[in-house]
C-alpha cells in the first residue's frame, strides 16, 4: 500500500468516525474464513459495517478525528476490526449471539454517543444499553399510562355515575 493509500484511507476512516455516534473496535483472529464469512453475513443483516484494519491507520484515524479517543490505543494491538451501527447495543448483541457458536469476536472496546468502554468484559452490559428510540418509547409509556388510568376509570365509572344520576332525578319525582 502506497503512502498516498494509506493517507487517504485514515482521512477516510476519520471522516467515518465523525460521522458515526457508535462503533467498536473487536478482535477477529483465528477465525477461519468460513466462520468470519458467516460474520460478516451476520453484521450486514443487521445493518453493521464491519471492516478490518490495520492498528497503525486506525490510531491515525482515532488522532485526526474529532474528540478524545486516547483509551483506546492501548487495545490497539493484533488483530482488530471496527464495527459501526446506528443502534448502541447492536454490536454488542451480535457479538454475544455470535460466541454461542464461537470464541471470538472479542470486545476490545467501544464508543457509544460519548462513552467509552474497554474491555470484553463490558458485552453484557453493552446489550442491555437502550437506543434512542427505545428510550423515548420508554417514555411516552409512562407519560401514557396515568392518562389510560383516568379514561379507563372514568368510562368505567360512567355507568355508575349515569345509574346515581338515575336512581336521583327518580327520587326527586
Known sequence: MTREEKQKLVKNLSEKLNENNVFYLADISELDAETSTKLRRLAHQRQISMNVVKNTLLKKALESAEGNYEEFYEVLKGNTSIMFSEVGNAPAKLIKDFRKNSEKPILKGAFI????????DKVEALTQIKSKEEVIADIIAILQSP?????SALQSGGNTISGLVKALSEREA
Not at 113 to 120: F, L, V
Open 113 to 120: 454517543e460519548e462513552a467509552i468502554y474497554i474491555g470484553d
Open 147 to 151: 392518562a389510560k388510568n383516568v379514561v
